[in-house]
């Protein structure tokens, strides 16, 4: 086993315990910790990456040298680690793009507990990622979702804080479904490990017994965590606890914490229950059709909002409705675009919301759309960026929105019954995204008339415009060079099974 | 050869040069411009008219839209209808357009519509026909427009609206003929080589009642006659002339070369087309006399007139026996120099005397006699009282009416003739009566001899010589038409 | 060579805002040589261009951005790249009146490269993406003036476009999957073995597709972005929305018909009825929207819908002589209506007079401009001797070949929509110049022609609609041969 293997167990460490030390120290150096952890988880996921590359096999890593079924597991192939490295290149961005706004929104005293709670998010990611056992995960999933609570909460104002708990709330039921479903799967196969369990489910279905238990064990692990990822129609809680946290919470949020959940998901079908079992029960359909829903109602309410923060917010309902709709078709294609979403959302919408705090800056605070009308002007960086993002989100050729919905389509070709539903929303929803995304474009574009507010310059904003910049290349390097990260993804999941 | 389009591109010209020109020359200046114009296009026709029988293809539109001229005999005679009339009333005009603005314009139209004209005559196919009959419409549209009151824009917008409506049913039905013919050069006898019966055949028919309607809409037939009333009494009295008398025949023109030179007369004889088309023309026939007979407006009543003796025409065309076409070209001759002089009349007596209703006129002929004899003698031609023009033409159709293969037509057509016969007596001759005996308490004393300048009387008085010769000498027509009219039919 | 052809206006776009002009004339001379020179490129290319497909890049899978010189690209490439130079000369005199021409210059030339870049795809995804950049670079152009309409009208342009867009899609990856690949070639690439018994969503996605692109053809329903489009400056309105922009709306639906899913396929089915009297509805639809506005350009705008619909008539009668038909008119009906557009923007520029009602008399005060006027006018009616005869005759005797019942009814809304079109253009004209008896004109005496930057293009113009009435044997012969395949 060589040394690069430990990379898993090492980042989840590393971040687990830079967040106990960021207690203790003085507040810049919490930052540079911060920073520093998740440029070194970063980097070592890229060495990672690159080992399997070479290696072309996943390992599994055993916690203090006990075989499975007793030992916990760390599994890696090169779905994980690439998804570690783009969960860090997007958190360090993010962080990065909204740092000038965190003392403005929270607290002087409270920026350490900032930095604990991102280092602890942090941390349950890639535990969520690598992991190979169950309970596990859910452990993370709940340390996951308290420090999410926590990033949403940390800018005490009053919505935030009902934003909160209504967030907590959801979380905890979704999370309790899981364990409901976990408990349920413990008691049918007596293993916690996926593979272990995944044999024994496989035994099962074979004998032909416990088929309800099994499948409501699948259901309920599936509704907890669609719940927690926010599918239509548990969105509630969403726009909210997006819409009003600070700016860096809303982009790791909105971009990392429910695809968190989501890639869990995708590690249960393949890992857990066995991706043609799963496929067989009726599951898929009504994630399907919940899919298409959120795809249509998500883009719906965002038309209807007329604050940006929010808007984009409900934008992403929308587009975890595309992630699942991909679940839905129940095609290793539908899956491999669903995971290229996972990334190209991801970028997309942090790219969005860091965009979307520059243009509010010049518009005295304001997310209204009416004051927002001419601020691409004033703050030019930020303008070009929400712009770029939009044209990503309705699917413009160059941007990664295009090839996730060429994926999709793709995919939905191959399956008969869902071909026509699919494709059909899939444009009706780029029509609602555009409706939606360029009434904003046009908004902060429209007139220069007012000038009451400062305009910014590039002095003023140099690392939020580097963030941007980083962003939207990142976004058209998905977009344009997107086979070798197909392939990745298509080996990725071909290592799962 | 390139003779033929002298006639065709000399009076066009002309009349653009002076469209273009911008200042408004002297109005001496502009008229002998115009009459010098005028006789030299007449004269370069009669030379064009040397060349009958050979045509000349000028150049392609597309691959197989071939402009081409020929003159046979049906051109002979409308171009000289044509040239007699324009000259005749261009002389007019030099006198009446005294008191309307912008005779530069009205002359520069009036030049271009006398090209066009030219050139529908020596068509030698049914695309150049259809390129110089849209640009009739537009040429002449300029003369109905030209007093510029609101009645005179919404009748010549009304014309535009009904002509080009004709227009362009008569450009559907040339589409399906470009794909059933091999041709569209006029061929006596018809190109069309399907047999009426074949499916084709059946939705060919209903294509040649679509031209008929189309090309009937120049031709003022029913239902598409309500512009003519409106748009020829709105153009000054030389141009309602000219409309009249010769424009309006561009339709029958129109149905003649598409009838008999592209569908053959046989295809059409007996089927149901020319039922329909003979029960359109008398009802056409019978329903303008009786709006005449109805209308106040002298111009107006000369307009109505109009609608039902072109239908004459029209029922000598559709009957489609010898005799009737015969009469029928005897009757565009007959009608185009009495139409011709009645509206120049209509004319003088408005430029005199500025009233236009009928009942205003009392005494009138005592007033003008010269004219109002005039009057009376095309008056007579029109009703068809010998030894006139009107009466060789409508005893030819009545013949020819008879004798046609028409069914019960043939017996409806004639009576149906004689009742309009009647009425248009009733409409024309009242104001003769009116005219020459003002009744016992007309007020001699105010009476004064207006008669107009001699620019006017001149082509009033030759126009109605030429009706009477026409009924006079009628054999030199006919003989002249009988020879070919039995290639036709 | 291509790729040199379409970066070099979007270049030459983006220094206009960067370099230093001293003075206005140097902008002018610089952008004005630019389009020209990428003209004379064009031409180039055109008159000597290979069959070999030039790759740029790989997309994923066999996707690729590649472009090629076909016949489509030949026409309407040649025809762009006719036009543009002539619409900029307009475009630097009538901007005198407008502000930031900076902006307006820099995505004006960029549209050019874009639509070039239409032109030339090779396949269908390099064409999509193309068109995706045409909308949004063109949406630049119609906010132009920044008020609260053009805003409105801007928002609505790319609701419109990029919906429509998301449609075509579809249509797309169809091709994608069931087509053999999504190069372009004249006959279509559907692979039938792989469709099997799918045939039927296939029309349907069709009919999809169509409607998508048909969005930027103004297709009723999808057409009222067009008439609000018309806030923009004249040089675009004309140039883009009745050249460039709606005709890759037409231009897409002909490769997408002939070149992707293939006439074989579509004929007889019911996706050509249901196409058809779509655009037949349109063609009437069209002209009877611009006899009742009373807005010159949005009157106009009207007519471009009905006209596009002639073209998509063309397109959806899948038979060679229909394709030539729709090329003819697409090319055709270019010449005239930017002719007219240009006069109607001629005559906001030298009067601010935007309605119909408020053009009496004008026409003895400017005589040029509405001489102009009245030959587009009535070359749209299509008069013999004119341009618009001859896309009418073709059009219609593509119709009548097609010996479809459906088409006989196509040729009639032709005919009506002609008529409607006589009656909507000429009554400008007769206003014009028929401006009543008791006509006072003290209030225009000072309007006069405008200067030879505005007046060059529209002669040309105007000699192009003649030239094209009287002698367009050897242009029609071009476009019979390229609707056969021969280029």
């Known amino acids: 086993m060589d040394f690069v293997c430990n990379f898993p167990f090492f980042s989840i460490l590393i971040s687990l315990f830079s967040g106990t030390i960021c207690s203790v120290l003085p507040e810049k150096a919490a930052k540079a910790v911060n920073r520093i952890v998740i440029a070194a988880v970063g980097v070592m996921s890229g060495i990672l990456l690159l080992y399997l590359l070479g290696t072309g096999e996943s390992f599994v890593y055993w916690m203090g040298h006990f075989p499975a079924p007793w030992g916990n597991e760390i599994r890696a192939g090169i779905l994980e680690a ?66 999410a609570c926590g990033l949403i909460m940390i800018r005490q104002v009053g919505r935030t804080i009902e934003a909160a708990v209504r967030y907590m709330i959801m979380s905890l039921l979704g999370s309790g479904l899981f364990l409901f479903g976990l408990c349920i799967m413990y008691d049918l196969t007596g293993h916690l490990l996926m593979s272990n369990i995944k044999e024994s489910v496989a035994l099962l279905i074979q004998s032909g017994e416990y088929q309800i238990p099994l499948i409501v064990s699948v259901a309920l692990m599936c509704i907890g965590l669609c719940i927690k990822s926010a599918l239509f129609p548990f969105h509630a809680w969403l726009p909210d606890a997006y819409g009003y946290s600070t700016v860096s919470s809303a982009a790791i949020l909105s971009s990392l914490v429910s695809k968190g959940y989501i890639f869990l998901l995708i590690k249960i079908i393949y890992r857990v229950i066995g991706f043609e079992i799963f496929n067989n029960t009726r599951i898929i359909d009504v994630l399907f059709v919940f899919g298409l829903l959120g795809m249509i109602f998500g883009s719906l309410s965002a038309i209807k909002e007329n604050d940006i923060r929010r808007m984009i917010a409900y934008s992403s309902v929308a587009q975890i409705g595309y992630i699942y709709m991909g679940f839905g078709m129940g095609t290793q294609a539908g899956m491999v675009a669903s995971v290229f979403h996972i990334l190209s959302h991801a970028a997309t919408k942090s790219l969005l919301f860091i965009a979307a705090i520059g243009l509010t800056e010049v518009s005295g605070g304001s997310r209204k759309f009416i004051d927002l009308t001419g601020a691409g002007y004033r703050n030019k960086w930020a303008g070009v960026a929400f712009t770029a993002g939009s044209l990503s989100m309705v699917g413009v050729p160059l941007f990664s929105g295009f090839i996730s919905k060429l994926l999709f389509a793709q995919a939905a070709v191959q399956v008969e019954g869902k071909m026509l539903a699919a494709l059909i929303v899939l444009g009706i929803s780029t029509v609602l995204n555009a409706i939606y995304f360029m009434k904003t474009v046009i908004r902060i574009y429209a007139t220069t008339g007012d000038t009451s507010y400062p305009c910014i310059t590039f002095k003023d904003m140099k690392v939020h415009a580097i963030v941007l910049l980083f962003f939207i290349v990142l976004n058209i390097i998905l977009g344009v060079s997107s086979q070798p990260i197909v392939n990745m993804i298509e080996q990725g999941l071909a290592m799962f099974a | 050869m390139y003779l033929i389009l002298l006639p065709i591109l000399f009076p066009i010209l002309a009349g653009l040069c002076l469209l273009v020109y911008r200042k408004e020359p002297e109005r001496k200046l502009l008229t002998a411009f115009t009459g010098i114009c005028l006789v030299i296009t007449g004269a370069l026709v009669v030379s064009a008219l040397t060349l009958a029988r050979q045509s000349l293809t000028l150049f392609y539109l597309t691959r197989t839209l071939p402009i081409c001229f020929r003159i046979d005999e049906i051109s002979v005679l409308f ?341 309009s016969a009647l009425l248009t007596a009733g409409y024309l001759l009242p104001l003769t009566i009116q005219g020459f005996f003002p009744g016992a308490d007309y007020d001699y004393n105010t009476l004064q001899k207006r008669e107009p300048a001699r620019l006017m009387t001149i082509p009033i008085l030759f126009m109605t010589i030429l009706s009477v010769i026409v009924g006079l000498f009628p054999n030199i027509i006919t003989d002249y038409l009988t020879e070919f009219v039995s290639t036709l039919l | 060579m291509i790729i040199c052809i379409i970066l070099l206006p979007i270049i030459a776009g983006i220094l206009v805002p960067l370099l230093p002009f001293r003075k206005r004339s140097h902008k002018e001379i610089f952008l004005e040589g630019a389009v020209i020179l990428n003209s004379i490129l064009v031409w180039y290319l055109l008159l000597h261009h290979s069959e070999s497909t030039f790759l740029l890049a790989h997309f994923t899978g066999d996707l690729n951005i590649s472009f090629r010189v076909d016949g489509m690209s030949m026409v309407f490439a040649g025809l762009v790249s006719g036009l543009w130079p002539f619409a900029t000369l307009y475009a630097f005199e009538y901007m005198t009146k407008e502000k930031h021409e900076n902006t307006f210059f820099l995505f004006y030339t960029m549209t050019y490269g874009v639509t070039l870049g239409i032109a030339f795809a090779a396949n269908l995804l390099t064409m999509y993406f193309f068109y995706e950049l045409l909308t949004l670079v063109t949406v630049p152009l119609v906010m132009h003036t920044l008020t609260r309409e053009a805003v409105l009208a801007s928002r609505k342009y790319l609701y419109y476009s990029l919906g429509g867009a998301a449609f075509a899609f579809i249509g797309l990856i169809m091709v994608i999957v069931y087509g053999s690949t999504t190069d372009f070639i004249l006959g279509g690439v559907l692979d039938l073995a792989k469709i099997g018994d799918r045939t039927n969503i296939l029309l349907l996605i069709y009919v999809m597709a169509f ?78 929207r611009a006899l009742k506005e009373t807005h010159i350009k949005r009157r106009l705008a009207y007519s471009t819908i009905s006209n596009l619909s002639y073209i998509l008539f063309g397109a959806v009668l899948m038979t060679p002589l229909g394709l030539a038909g729709a090329i003819t008119h697409l090319v055709f009906h270019a010449v005239m ?48 001797g004119l341009a618009g005869f001859i896309s009418k005759w073709n059009l219609a005797q593509a119709a009548v070949d097609s010996n479809n019942p459906l088409a006989y009814g196509g040729v009639a809304c032709l005919l009506i929509s002609a008529l409607l079109t006589a009656i909507y253009m000429l009554s400008i004209v007769v206003r014009a110049f028929f401006p009543g008896r008791d006509f006072d004109d003290s209030a225009i005496r000072d309007v006069h022609d405008p200067n030879w930057k505005m007046l060059l293009p529209l002669f040309v113009f105007t000699v192009f609609i003649i030239l094209f009435g009287i002698h367009s044997q050897p242009i029609v012969d071009f476009f019979y041969d390229v609707a056969a395949g021969s280029y």
């Open chain 1, 82 to 147: 690439g998804m570690a490295l783009f969960f860090c290149i997007i958190m360090y961005l993010s962080m990065a793009g909204g740092a000038h706004k965190l003392f403005d929104e929270v607290e002087e005293s409270k920026h350490n507990l900032y930095y604990i709670l991102i280092n602890l998010l942090l941390s349950s990611l890639l535990a969520l990622v690598y992991t190979n056992d169950m309970f596990t995960a859910y452990v993370f999933v709940e340390i996951n979702t308290i420090s």
């Open chain 2, 79 to 419: 171009s000289l209808l044509t040239v007699i009339v324009f000259i005749c009333a261009g002389l007019f005009a030099f006198v009446y357009m005294k008191h309307e603005q912008k005779e530069k314009r009205y002359y520069g139209f009036y030049l271009m519509v006398f090209g066009v004209l030219n050139a529908l005559c020596f068509a030698g196919n049914l695309i150049t026909f259809y390129l110089f009959f849209e640009l009739l419409t537009l040429s002449s549209l300029p003369l109905v427009l030209h007093t510029g009151t609101k009645e005179a824009i919404m009748a010549g917008l009304k014309y535009l609206f009904y002509s080009l409506c004709g227009a362009y049913a008569s450009l559907f039905g040339i589409y399906f003929l470009y794909h059933n013919c091999d041709t569209l050069t006029f061929t006596a006898g018809g190109v069309l080589q399907v047999s009426p019966a074949s499916p084709e055949g059946r939705f060919l028919l209903l294509i040649a009642f679509v031209m008929i309607l189309g090309f009937g809409v120049k031709a003022g037939m029913f239902p598409m006659h309500a512009w003519l009333p409106t748009a020829h009494p709105a153009a000054p009295a030389p141009a309602s002339a000219a409309l009249s008398a010769v424009i309006v025949k561009a339709g029958v023109l129109a149905l003649i070369r598409v009838i008999y030179y592209i569908f053959g007369a046989d295809f059409l004889r007996g089927s149901w087309v020319q039922t329909a088309w003979l029960t359109l023309a008398l009802v056409t026939v019978f329903m303008g006399s009786m709006l005449a007979y109805r209308e106040p407006v002298l111009k107006k009543r000369l307009a109505y007139s109009t609608v039902s003796q072109l239908s004459y025409i029209l029922f000598g065309l559709a009957v489609m026996h010898p005799d009737a076409f015969t009469g029928g070209l005897l009757h565009v001759l007959a009608h185009g120099f009495i139409k011709g002089s009645l509206f120049l009349i209509a004319g003088a007596i408005i430029y005199t005397t500025g009233k236009t209703k009928v009942h205003e006129l009392r005494g009138i002929g005592k007033e003008m006699p010269l004219t109002m004899w005039c009057y009376t003698i095309v008056s007579l031609g029109l009703i068809g009282i010998p030894p006139t023009g009107g009466f060789v033409s409508k005893w030819y159709l009545a013949i020819g009416g008879l004798a046609g293969d028409i069914g019960i037509f043939r017996y409806i057509g004639p009576i149906v003739l004689l009742i």
């Open chain 3, 337 to 384: 209506k930017i002719s007219s557009f240009f006069c109607a923007g001629a005559i906001m520029h030298q009067t601010d007079k935007r309605y119909v009602h408020e053009l009496n008399g004008l026409g003895y005060k400017m005589p040029c401009v509405f001489g102009i006027f009245t030959v587009s006018a009535l070359a749209l009616m299509g008069v013999p």
């Open chain 3, 211 to 288: 409607m998508g692109f048909g969005v930027k053809a103004a297709v009723c329903p999808f057409n009222s972005w067009l008439p609000q489009a018309g806030v923009a400056p004249t040089p675009v309105t004309a140039l883009l929305h009745a050249v460039a922009v709606v005709k890759s709306g037409a231009f897409a639906i002909i490769r997408l018909t002939y070149y992707s899913f293939g006439t074989e396929f579509l004929r007889g089915t019911w996706a050509q009825t249901t196409v058809m009297v779509v655009v037949m509805f349109t063609i009437v639809y069209g002209c009877s």
